[in-house]
C-alpha cells in the first residue's frame, strides 16, 4: 500500500559525527560493542552510516538526552518516520520526540527512508523502491549495531515505533530473526505484507494505536488479528482506539513507552460515579450514538450494531470483524451505518447491504467517517478526500469540500442545524459551512487550536459546536457563518460531542474524558469516567448523558 500522508519537513542543522567505539564486548554483528565518554551528546543532524544497509550509506538523525553519562546503560527507541520529502527523519513531531527522550532518559534515533522521484518531488518512504524494505530491515539492524558500540546502550531496553509508512516498517522487525528490538509500536497503520507471521518471539511486547477514522485502520486491524495467530499473548499486546484521523502526537511517545518499557497499560482506573454501565451483547468498541424515533441505538467495531429496549441492549446487526462502524444516523424515512469500506442503509427498521458508497478521492471505494441525517431527508456522509450527500441511500452524489489543496479535504465530521447551513470539519484546522439545501460547503474562518477537528454538533436556532485536538472547542450562533473558541478545561482530544438543545450538551475523547455544559459552552465542566479508555461517542436526551468507547463500554448519568 502506498498511501501518500501529508507531511511538513524540517531544515536539516549543522552535522555531528560519531566518535569510534572502545570495546569491551560484541555486538549481534560480532562488533566490538563498548561506549565512548567523548561520543558527542544532543541533538545530531544529518548522521551518516557508511553502507548502512550494505549497498549504500545511510543517513539517521539521533538524540542523547542531557543524562547521558558512559558508564550508565541507557534505553534506545529507534523511530521510523512516516512519509515526506526534504528531512523526512525530522518531519514528523521531532521537538516531542526529544522532550520525551530528555524526560525518560532515552536515546533516540530516526533512520531516513530511501526515496524517489514523484509528483515532481522526492519522496521518501520505507517501501518506495523495489527491494528497499528488506534493505531498511539491514541498516536499522546496523544502526542499533553502530549506536551500542558508541554509547552505552541498555540491550534489554531497545524498542521500536514509526509512524504511517513507519508503522509498516516497524512491523518488519515481527519477521526479523535478528531484530535488536524487545518491543514494537507500529502508530496510525500496521503491517501490509502478503506473507503470515512467524511464532513471535518470547517476551515481546507491541504497542498499537489507529484511529477508526485513520485510512490505514485496515492495515492495522489486519496486524492485530495476524498477532494473535501469530501466538503473542493477549497481556502483550495494547491497542490505544481513538476517534481521530491519520496523525502522530507527542502523547503517543508517552503512552507506547509506558507499555514497551513501563509493561503497563495505559488505561488503567475504574469507572465511577455518577456513571452507571449498562453491558452490551457482544460487546465491541463503541463509535457513534444515534435516536431512531425515541430508541437508542449505538454502532461500532465489528460491524454491530445495538438496540436498546426496555429490558436493556439487544444485539442488532453484525457484519463480522472487517467492518468498523464510525457513522451513524437516521432520518424519518431511512437510515445508514458505515465506516471502513462499510455501509448499510436501513428502512423500517431492518438493515440491508448498501452495496458499498462511491469515492470521489483517492482510496478507490467509500469511507465514512460521520454520517448526517438532514430534515430534508437527505443523508451527507463525510470521509477522506470524498464526501457524498443521498435522499435514499442507493444513489449517490459528491458533496464537496474544496481546500487550497486542489482536493477535497480529509473530513471527521459533519451535522445540520434543523432547516440551517450543514457544517464540515477536519484535517489542518478544516472547517467548512454549507447553506441550506447544498451540496458544496465553503471554507470559513475560525480561532485555530489543533489539526483535527473531530466532531460536529447542532441545535435548532442555528447553533453549532465543534469540537477536536488538545481539548479544542468552536461554538457559532449564527448558523456557521462566526465561531469563537471555548474553554474545555482539558488538553486531551475530544472525538465526539453532543447537544440535547441550545443549552445542554457534552464532548468525550481520550483516557476517559468527558465534559458537559448547561449553558450552551459558555462553562464547561468535567465528568470524568474515572477509567482511562477512548471514549468515541456521546448523546444526550432531556434526561440522561449517554458515553460509549473501549471494549464495548456503554455508561450513562443523569443530565
Request: glycine share 14%.
Amino acid at each position: 500500500m502506498k498511501l501518500a500522508a501529508c507531511a511538513l519537513a524540517v531544515a536539516a542543522a549543522a552535522c555531528g559525527g560519531s566518535s569510534a567505539a572502545q570495546p569491551d564486548a560484541t555486538a549481534p554483528d560480532g562488533a566490538p560493542l563498548g561506549c565512548d565518554p567523548a561520543a558527542p551528546g544532543g541533538t545530531l543532524h544529518g548522521q551518516i552510516l557508511p553502507a548502512g544497509d550494505g549497498s549504500e550509506d545511510r543517513t539517521y538523525w539521533l538524540h542523547v538526552p542531557p543524562g547521558y553519562v558512559c558508564g550508565t546503560p541507557s534505553p534506545l527507541l529507534v523511530d521510523f518516520h512516516g512519509t515526506a520529502s526534504d528531512v523526512p527523519e525530522e518531519a514528523y513531531q521531532t521537538d516531542a520526540l526529544i522532550a520525551f527522550a530528555d524526560a525518560h532518559g532515552v536515546i533516540v534515533a530516526r533512520p531516513r527512508s530511501r526515496s524517489s522521484l514523484e509528483g515532481g518531488s522526492q519522496i521518501y518512504r520505507w517501501d518506495q523502491n523495489a527491494g528497499d524494505l528488506p534493505r531498511n530491515v539491514r541498516f536499522a539492524d546496523n544502526l542499533v549495531a553502530s549506536l551500542e558500540r558508541t554509547y552505552d546502550i541498555d540491550r534489554t531496553r531497545v524498542y521500536a515505533s514509526g509512524f504511517s509508512s513507519g508503522s509498516n516498517m516497524a512491523a518488519q522487525f515481527l519477521t526479523d530473526a535478528a531484530s535488536p528490538f524487545l518491543g514494537l509500536a507500529p502508530i496510525a497503520g500496521g503491517h501490509w505484507g502478503d506473507t503470515a507471521l512467524p511464532v513471535l518471539a518470547t517476551g515481546l511486547r507491541v504497542y498499537m494505536s489507529t484511529g477508526y477514522r485513520d485510512y490505514l485502520w485496515p492495515t492495522a486491524r489486519d496486524l492485530v488479528t495476524d498477532l494473535a495467530a501469530a501466538g503473542l499473548p493477549a497481556d502483550h499486546l495494547f491497542v490505544s482506539h481513538t476517534g481521530g484521523g491519520h496523525d502522530l502526537y507527542p502523547w503517543h511517545f508517552d503512552e507506547l513507552w509506558q507499555f514497551l518499557d513501563g509493561k503497563s497499560a495505559p488505561d488503567g482506573g475504574t469507572v465511577a460515579a455518577p456513571w452507571v454501565v449498562e453491558p452490551l451483547p457482544a460487546p465491541a468498541d463503541v463509535n457513534a450514538f444515534a435516536l431512531d424515533g425515541t430508541t437508542l441505538v449505538a454502532a461500532g467495531a465489528q460491524g454491530r450494531t445495538w438496540r436498546r429496549g426496555a429490558t436493556g441492549w439487544a444485539g442488532d446487526l453484525d457484519r463480522g470483524p472487517t467492518a468498523d462502524f464510525t457513522a451513524l444516523c437516521f432520518s424519518h424515512t431511512h437510515a445508514i451505518v458505515g465506516g471502513d469500506y462499510a455501509a448499510a442503509v436501513g428502512t423500517g427498521g431492518t438493515w440491508a447491504p448498501s452495496g458499498g458508497l462511491p469515492d470521489f478521492g483517492m482510496l478507490g471505494a467509500g469511507w465514512a467517517n460521520r454520517a448526517d441525517c438532514r430534515d430534508d431527508g437527505s443523508f451527507v456522509v463525510v470521509g477522506y478526500w470524498s464526501s457524498l450527500v443521498s435522499t435514499d441511500g442507493v444513489t449517490w452524489t459528491a458533496f464537496h469540500a474544496p481546500t487550497a489543496f486542489g482536493l477535497d479535504a480529509q473530513l471527521a465530521g459533519v451535522a445540520s442545524a434543523p432547516g440551517g447551513a450543514t457544517i464540515v470539519a477536519g484535517y489542518y484546522d478544516y472547517l467548512a459551512r454549507a447553506p441550506y439545501g447544498t451540496a458544496a460547503a465553503v471554507e470559513v474562518a475560525h480561532p485555530a487550536v489543533g489539526e483535527w477537528w473531530n466532531a460536529v454538533a447542532a441545535a435548532a436556532g442555528g447553533h453549532f459546536w465543534v469540537v477536536g485536538d488538545d481539548g479544542g472547542i468552536l461554538a457559532s450562533a449564527d448558523d456557521g457563518q462566526t465561531w469563537v473558541a471555548q474553554a474545555s478545561g482539558t488538553t486531551e482530544n475530544l472525538y465526539a460531542v453532543h447537544f440535547a438543545d441550545a443549552q445542554h450538551g457534552a464532548a468525550v475523547g481520550r483516557r476517559g474524558t468527558v465534559v458537559v455544559t448547561a449553558d450552551g459552552g459558555a462553562h464547561w465542566a468535567p465528568r470524568a469516567l474515572g477509567k482511562g479508555a477512548y471514549l468515541g461517542a456521546v448523546l444526550v436526551t432531556a434526561t440522561d448523558i449517554w458515553i460509549g468507547g473501549a471494549g464495548g463500554l456503554v455508561a450513562s448519568s443523569p443530565r
